[in-house]
C-alpha cells in the first residue's frame, strides 16, 4: 500500500435503536461481557444477557465451609459462579468436580474456570445428570468428599436464549430440554399427553390452581412455539392479572416434566449421604415447593435415622437486598446437611 493511500478503517459496529434490543443475538454488548455495560446493568436490578449470578453465595460459602485441600462438588455447574467460589477456597491442593448436562453451556463454562488460572489438577468437568453422581464418584476412584452442592434453579444463560425455549417472554421453539441432545421437547410431551396426565403434571409440578380447564384445553395438542402456547394460555385466561402467573406456572411444570427434575432429585436424595466422607456438607438450593418439600423431608428422614448429624431446621431465603439486586432469586429456599461421623 503506498503512503497515499488512506489506511482501510475497520468495519463499524452494527448499531441497534433504543436501550434494548429485541432480539437476543443483538444484544451484542452484553454477550461480549463488555464491563461497563454488565455494571449497568447489574446496577438496574437486572441479569446481564447470557450471564448468571449466583445466588446465595455468601451463605453457601459460610454453611459448606469449603476448606483448602478438601474435595468439592458442584452438581450444576452453570455459568460457574458458586464454582468459581469453591475453587478459590479449596486451594492449594483442593479438588473442584463440577457436572452439568447442558452441552451448549458446559463447555463455555468450563473454558471460563481455566482461564482463571488455578492448576489444571484442581478442576474435574464432566457432562452428567446430578443424578450420575455416584457412578461419577466411582468412575474417579473416589469413596466419598467433602461437600456438595446443588443449584437446581434453570441458569439465566438457558433463560434468556431464545432458542432454548425456556420463557414466555421471547419467541422460540417450544423446548425446555436442560440437555437438548437427549428427551423430547416440551411441543412432543404436550401433544402426547392426555388431559388427566397433563392436569396431573401443572398441579405436582406447578399447584396450578386450574390444572384440569387448562389440561383440557392443551393436552394432545400441538404447539411448536412458546408464543403458541401463550397465545393459548391468554385465551383461557379472562383476568389480566392472572396471565403471567399461569404462563410463569404452566412453563415450569412442562420444564421439570420434560427434564424428569424430581425424579433425578430424588435420586440424588437416596445417594447423598454415601456421596459425603464423614462430616462431609451438602446444601441444596431449590425454586419450587415441589422440591423444596423432598429436600426437607429427605433430610429430616437422615437426621432421624442418624445418617446426619444435624440439617437446617429453617430455610434460608435471599434477603431484600439480593433481591433487588436479582430478582431471579426471590424464590430461592436453601438447605443443608451434614453427614454424621
Known amino acids: 500500500m503506498s503512503e497515499s493511500e488512506p489506511t482501510p478503517r475497520p468495519p463499524r459496529r452494527k448499531r441497534y435503536s433504543g436501550k434494548n434490543p429485541r432480539k437476543f443475538e443483538d444484544k451484542y454488548k452484553e454477550l461480549r461481557q463488555d464491563p461497563e455495560t454488565l455494571a449497568k446493568v447489574t446496577a438496574s436490578g437486572k441479569t446481564p ?4 449470578i449466583p445466588i446465595l453465595l455468601p451463605e453457601i460459602l459460610e454453611i459448606l465451609s469449603p476448606a483448602p485441600g478438601e474435595i468439592a462438588v458442584d452438581l450444576t455447574l452453570g455459568y460457574g459462579g458458586h464454582a468459581s467460589a469453591l475453587l478459590e477456597a479449596i486451594q492449594p491442593d483442593g479438588r473442584l468436580i463440577a457436572l452439568d448436562i447442558d452441552s451448549l453451556e458446559l463447555p463455555r463454562t ?16 464432566q457432562r452428567s445428570n446430578f443424578a450420575g453422581l455416584p457412578k461419577v464418584l466411582a468412575g474417579l476412584g473416589l469413596e466419598g468428599v467433602n461437600v456438595i452442592l446443588a443449584d437446581l434453579g434453570v441458569s439465566s444463560m438457558q433463560i434468556d436464549n431464545p432458542a432454548r425455549g425456556f420463557s414466555f417472554k421471547t419467541e422460540g421453539p417450544l423446548d425446555m430440554r436442560l440437555n437438548p441432545d437427549r428427551g423430547q421437547p416440551a411441543s412432543a410431551l404436550l401433544a402426547s399427553l392426555t ?4 392436569a396431573a403434571i401443572l398441579h ?5 390452581p386450574r390444572a384440569f380447564e387448562i389440561a383440557d384445553a ?13 397465545e393459548a394460555l391468554r385465551a383461557l385466561t379472562s383476568r389480566p392479572e392472572d396471565v403471567e402467573p399461569t404462563f410463569r406456572r404452566v412453563f415450569q411444570a412442562l420444564r421439570i416434566a420434560v427434564n424428569e427434575e424430581f425424579t433425578a432429585l ?4 437416596r445417594h447423598l449421604p454415601d456421596c459425603l466422607v464423614p462430616g462431609g456438607r451438602a446444601a441444596i438450593l431449590t425454586f419450587h415447593s415441589g422440591e423444596d418439600r423432598r429436600v426437607k423431608k429427605a433430610f429430616a428422614a437422615g437426621l432421624a435415622a442418624e445418617i ?6 429453617e430455610v434460608i431465603r435471599p434477603d431484600p437486598v439480593e433481591q433487588h439486586a436479582n430478582p431471579r432469586s426471590g424464590s430461592a429456599k436453601l438447605r443443608w446437611a ?4
Open 338 to 341: 451434614v453427614r454424621a461421623f
Open 195 to 198: 388431559p388427566q396426565k397433563l
Open 204 to 208: 405436582e409440578n406447578a399447584d396450578e
Open 308 to 313: 446426619y448429624s444435624s440439617v437446617s431446621q
Open 266 to 269: 430424588d435420586t440424588l436424595l
Open 110 to 125: 468450563e473454558a471460563r474456570l481455566q482461564a482463571l488460572g488455578f492448576p489444571a489438577s484442581t478442576l474435574t468437568v
Open 218 to 230: 392443551l393436552a394432545g395438542k400441538t404447539f411448536p412455539t412458546t408464543r403458541a402456547l401463550t
Open 49 to 52: 444477557a447470557g450471564t448468571h
